[in-house]
């Protein structure tokens, strides 16, 4: 069992950055893939990227490759998601997860946070 809590979202303008961060607690952090996802007012989830256990592999959406870097810290329990070069596009909620793999379809994460709030103006 993961508890997982979301944090670093806000208002940003076009072409600025955020760091958002998931802390996890309730279970070994490090047994886990973690993963972030994002829904967009009136649309569905939305793959963003992933990261295995011990950080050896990533997967990121091709809408996001090159802007942004997932990372983790398992000594922390916390797993990041650094966004730069935004764009209103990116507006969404953001949702991190802890899953069975870096696979980019929601059936494979088991526990989900509660969303942060991505903001990006033009």
């Known amino acids: 069992q993961v508890q997982l809590v979301e944090s670093g979202g806000g208002l940003v303008q076009a072409g600025g950055s955020l760091r958002l961060s998931c802390a996890a607690s309730?279970?070994?952090?490090?047994?886990?893939?973690m993963g972030w996802f994002r829904q967009a007012p009136g649309k569905d989830y939305e793959f963003v990227a992933a990261?295995?256990?011990?950080?050896?592999?990533?997967n990121y959406a091709d809408s996001v490759k090159g802007r942004f870097t997932i990372s983790r810290d398992n000594a922390k329990n916390t797993v990041y998601l650094q966004m730069n070069s935004l764009k209103p596009e990116d507006t969404a909620v953001y949702y991190c997860?802890?899953?069975?793999?870096?696979?980019?379809?929601?059936?494979?994460?088991?526990?989900w946070g509660q969303g942060t709030q991505v903001t990006v103006s033009s």
């Open positions: 997860a802890a899953g069975r793999g870096i696979v980019d379809t929601r059936a494979w994460y088991d526990y």
């Open positions: 309730g279970r070994t952090f490090s047994s886990a893939a």
């Open positions: 990261i295995s256990r011990s950080a050896a592999s990533t």
